[in-house]
């Protein structure tokens, strides 16, 4: 049930390659789970129907509104590859970096992204503050899904960030550390099988 909800959300932007996509998530799932039993990605109790809508369909929330086509994407804080992976599956064309500061974490990402054979996909392993200023200027657009907004990563993400850049936020009802910044875009994409979502833009001026 869960696969026929985010197939059909799919559905809704006409992506090309529509069944191909679907195997490719359907592996990516099997890899996470995988990944999953030997380190703790994403909590365990979550079911393996369940991901197709709590973890991919929600990944990809976003597309509507912001267009991801050959972009520079950093994914701060990604986990277990999310929404990253997601992304990078819909826009092929996109250059996706995965950002965590667990080294075990990424050595699976890793994993995951060579056995997807994903090209132009690539994990850094840092705290985004700690970050060198080699990156300063370098992404068109940081996600972040499940990180708490902090201001000295703020800081660090406007710094990382090409003019014009944009941060995307991930929310659901607490939007304590958006508040931090100044104007802001707040899209509602709350559906029935995630619940509440936000996807809040901010643009680097």
């Known amino acids: ?17 529509y069944e191909e996509l679907l195997d490719s998530f359907q592996r990516f799932l099997d890899l996470l789970l995988e990944e999953n039993s030997k380190v703790n990605l994403i909590s365990r109790k979550t079911k393996p129907e369940d991901y197709w809508t709590t973890h991919f369909l929600d990944s990809i929330l976003p597309i509507r509104d912001i267009d991801f086509s050959n972009k ?20 092929p064309d996109s250059i996706v970096f995965l950002l965590d500061s667990k080294q075990k974490k990424i050595n ?15 994990t850094i392993v840092s705290r985004l503050e700690e970050m060198e200023a080699d990156w300063n200027n370098f992404f068109d657009i940081i996600v972040c899904r499940s990180v708490k907004i902090l201001p000295k990563y703020k800081i660090k ?10 941060i995307i936020l991930y929310k659901s009802r607490k939007l304590d550390d958006v508040t931090q910044f100044g104007k802001v875009k ?3 994409v709350s559906r029935p099988e ?3 979502r936000k996807i809040i833009e901010i643009v680097k001026k």
Not at 84 to 91: A, E, R, S, V
């Open 108 to 122: 699976s990402i890793k994993n995951i992204v060579k056995r997807l054979d994903l090209k132009e996909c690539f």
């Open 194 to 196: 995630i619940g509440e």
């Open 186 to 188: 707040i899209y509602d």
């Open 72 to 91: 520079k994407i950093l994914d701060f804080g990604t986990g277990g590859g999310l929404p990253g992976i997601p992304i990078k599956l819909l826009y």
């Open 157 to 166: 993400m406007f710094d990382l960030l090409k003019n014009d850049g944009k």
């Open 1 to 17: 049930m869960q696969k026929e909800k985010f197939k059909s959300f799919l559905r809704e932007f006409n992506f090309p390659h």
